[in-house]
């Protein structure tokens, strides 16, 4: 069995042995890295290239959230899920919509942490739900505002096939030239795209648009084809 390959990134040693004894006893899971700052967890994460990278926020030299950017660059297949002590609507959004998978409290760190890693490693979104139903109403500017679910679903509706593809696709954090990969199509054509189904949702930003998949349940799917 192909296991998920996973890099731990915080700055708590005692925290991340106790991170690792947990996950490699896991029969599908295997830690084949650490960090123990920012800069670090950038290094390791373009060297390891890992399935799942789990991300503190508050680490030396460049926080999690800095870090975040510079790893999907780095490694671009890699599915972050952030690992935190802070619930916080304002870090929840900020990792959202820099690309994170998933968004764990560090005091839940136990069924729910490999509930999480499994989900991302699937393609998934993994949110508590609070997370999600405070992502899906914190407050947003006029032009991002996402709608009233029933309105959600109507405009969703307008999509056509292919558009609501690269939008889940772009929900779930995918590049353009990852999901141009996964759609056989060109990266040109998943701006296209892109672009078009942004104009139709009346959306701005990533954070709106996660806003707005939570709203009309696509991320409540898992993505097969993702392994």
């Known amino acids: 069995m192909s296991k998920i390959r996973i890099l731990v990134a915080d700055d708590h040693a005692v925290l991340q042995a106790g991170l690792e004894a947990m996950l490699n006893a896991e029969p599908d899971m295997l830690v084949v890295g650490s960090a123990g700052d920012g800069h670090a967890a950038v290094r390791q994460a373009a060297l390891l290239q890992p399935d799942v990278i789990l991300l503190d926020i508050n680490m030396p030299g460049l926080n999690g959230l800095e870090a975040l950017e510079q790893i999907r660059s780095q490694a671009p297949k890699s599915r972050i899920l952030i690992l935190t002590m802070h619930d916080d609507a304002q870090y929840l959004r ?27 490693w699937q393609g998934g979104v993994y949110l508590h739900p609070n997370h999600a139903r405070a992502l899906a109403t914190s407050p947003q500017s006029a032009t991002s505002a996402a709608p009233q679910p029933s309105e959600a679903v109507k405009r969703f509706q307008l999509l056509s096939e292919r558009e609501a593809e690269v939008f889940r696709l772009v929900a779930l954090g995918y590049r353009n030239s990852e999901i141009a990969d996964r759609l056989s199509l060109s990266v040109k054509t998943v701006e296209t795209y892109k672009s078009r189904m942004m104009d139709k949702l009346g959306l701005q930003t990533r954070t709106a648009l996660v806003r707005f998949a939570l709203e009309v349940g696509v991320l409540q799917k898992t993505d097969a084809a993702g392994h």
């Open 94 to 120: 900020q990792a959202m919509a820099g690309g994170a998978s998933g968004y764990v409290l560090k005091q839940s760190a136990g069924k729910e942490l490999l509930m999480a890693i499994r989900t991302v």
